[in-house]
């Protein structure tokens, strides 16, 4: 089996709100997707597409324990794009601020 692999969307509707959502791929099917309105008014770009990357991060291990389960062990990394700069360095950032 190859590498699990995740794509992130975002789109901005008129209200104020985004619309996020990502898809899990193995080899070239997708196996999992969710689109959804974020449900927040997020105060940046890179805080609108945190939301998305935070809900596909957790899809992404429960992918890992079913494919294990079923005989499918992943041995190297989930890989999740994501192209906003801010949103990567508060992903790696361990220290969570209040005005992020």
């Known amino acids: 089996m190859k ?3 995740c794509i992130v969307i975002l789109m ?3 209200d104020g709100k985004s619309v996020s959502g990502y898809w899990f791929k193995v080899n070239t099917g997708i ?3 969710s689109s959804k ?6 105060f940046s770009t890179a805080e609108a597409e945190y939301v998305p990357i935070s809900s ?3 899809e992404s291990i429960w992918l890992r324990n079913m494919l294990g ?3 499918f062990l992943q041995r190297t990394p ?3 794009y994501e192209d906003n700069q801010s949103c990567i360095a508060i992903a ?3 220290l969570i601020k209040s005005r992020t």
Not at 37 to 42: I, R, V
């Open 31 to 33: 196996v999992s997707w």
């Open 3 to 5: 590498v699990l692999s």
């Open 37 to 42: 309105e974020q449900s927040t008014n997020a």
């Open 78 to 80: 989930a890989i999740i």
């Open 56 to 58: 596909a991060v957790k």
């Open 69 to 71: 389960d079923l005989g």
């Open 12 to 14: 901005h509707l008129g």
């Open 92 to 94: 790696k950032n361990s």
